[in-house]
């Protein structure tokens, strides 16, 4: 057991945002949320993480309520990775993935070679070994978003929540950011954009559409023509690619 709402609610500007929403994050598996712009991605996620309160509902982590854990507890156990992250221009590269460390010092702790072992880690397994001394407001779009994962890498969470982790990056990096976050083995929710990177990274899929869950379940399950035609609104074909896996192709007009 690890992360979970239960019938969480939450309104911002006079409208319901999130309206209801029930999920579960399996341990250690890989849970894609998937839904059109503006259908409450991004607030269910800060709300699974406590950067925002529900007003109704309940967010548990190991069953405890997440509001009665402490903010050192809560940081030592859940990373997450905003999908516009901005961070101080003056610090570089390495001072970035730095800050991951700080749920595991204490005050007076002075930064140990653990500390730096996590941090040259994660900076390597985002391919960012030799920005290390870069400063941060030089980087482009794809290299502030793979520090950034590097920094939840380094806080060594065991549930990792990442918001359009695939932003800004081409699709190499996407690939390879999928394929690590796979590999890391930890219980993860991340929203995605890219049904066929989610339908092929994803162990289970939850739809959100105008701020409610419409289906859960395996990607084979849930991402379905009439779904995807219902929820976003284009007419898709699914199809068996030659390796085996499902392919989803957009119908468009002709030109
Ligand atoms: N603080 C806020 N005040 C008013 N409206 C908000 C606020 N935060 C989000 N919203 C609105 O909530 C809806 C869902 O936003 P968001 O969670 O960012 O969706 P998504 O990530 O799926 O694109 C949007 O219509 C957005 O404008
Ligand atoms: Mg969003």
Not at 42 to 47: H, M, Q, T, V
Not at 121 to 146: I, K, N, P, Y
Request: glycine share 8%; net charge neutral; hydrophobic share 45%.
């Amino acid at each position: 057991m690890t992360l979970a709402a239960r019938d969480v609610c939450w309104s911002a500007g006079g409208r319901m945002i999130v309206d209801g929403v029930t999920l579960r994050a399996e341990p250690g598996k890989i849970l894609g949320l998937i839904g059109p712009n503006g259908s409450g991605k991004s607030s269910l996620l800060r709300l699974l993480c406590r950067l925002r309160k529900v007003a109704s509902g309940v967010v548990t982590l190991d069953d405890r309520e997440i509001g009665t854990l402490s903010r050192h507890h809560l940081a030592r156990r859940l990373a997450f990775v905003e999908q516009q992250a901005t961070t101080e221009i003056q610090l570089s590269v390495c001072d970035v993935v730095r800050l991951g460390r700080t749920p595991h010092r204490s005050a007076l702790a002075s930064w140990a070679a653990a500390d730096e072992d996590a941090v040259e880690a994660a900076l390597a397994r985002v391919d960012m070994t030799d920005r290390h001394d870069q400063f941060w407001h030089t980087l482009s779009g794809g290299e502030r978003q793979r520090v950034h994962i590097a920094r939840a890498l380094a806080q060594m969470p065991s549930e990792l929540i990442l918001d359009e982790p695939t932003n800004h990056l081409d699709i190499q990096h996407q690939l390879s950011i999928l394929t690590l976050i796979r590999r890391l083995g930890i219980t993860c929710i991340m929203a995605l954009h890219d049904l066929n990177l989610a339908s092929l990274f994803c162990d289970e899929i939850a739809v959100l559409h105008e701020g409610k869950l419409v289906d859960a379940g395996t990607p084979e399950s849930v991402m379905t023509e009439a779904l995807i035609q219902r929820v976003f609104g284009v007419a898709v074909a699914i199809r068996r690619a030659a390796s085996g896996r499902r392919h989803i192709e957009y119908l468009i007009e002709p030109f």
